[in-house]
């Protein structure tokens, strides 16, 4: 079973930038598609970004893409999310999520607990 721990959020100007990783333990984490998603309170958790097993696909919110690069080093049983250009809207909490296979669609098997990102204008 793998759990997942994220780290790297916090308080950004707009404009600024931050990178999130998601640390998974046990030996199973190259088998798994991740993802990053965020949430405001009362609004509907919204996927961010998805990245095959393999890192041979990705897939990216159009709120998200040319700003947002999500990418995972198997080696070290981590996913990383880097947050470029940030903008309030950007302010969430985000939590990676985990499921085995590919396509990014569909329900996600494991979840870290999140990482509040606040963007200041």
């Known amino acids: 079973q793998v759990q997942l721990v994220e780290s790297g959020g916090g308080l950004v100007q707009a404009g600024g930038s931050l990178r999130l990783s998601c640390a998974a333990s046990?030996?199973?984490?190259?088998?798994?598609?991740m993802a990053w998603f965020r949430q405001v309170p009362g609004v509907e958790r919204e996927f961010v970004a998805a990245?095959?097993?393999?890192?041979?696909?990705?897939r990216y919110a159009d709120s998200v893409k040319g700003r947002f690069t999500i990418s995972r080093d198997n080696a070290k049983n981590t996913v990383y999310l880097q947050m470029n250009s940030l903008k309030p809207e950007d302010t969430a909490v985000y939590s990676c999520?985990?499921?085995?296979?590919?396509?990014?669609?569909?329900?996600?098997?494991?979840w870290g607990q999140g990482t509040q990102v606040t963007v200041s204008s």
């Open positions: 046990g030996r199973t984490f190259s088998r798994y598609t």
């Open positions: 999520a985990a499921k085995i296979g590919w396509p990014e669609r569909g329900e996600y098997e494991l």
């Open positions: 990245i095959s097993p393999s890192s041979s696909s990705k």
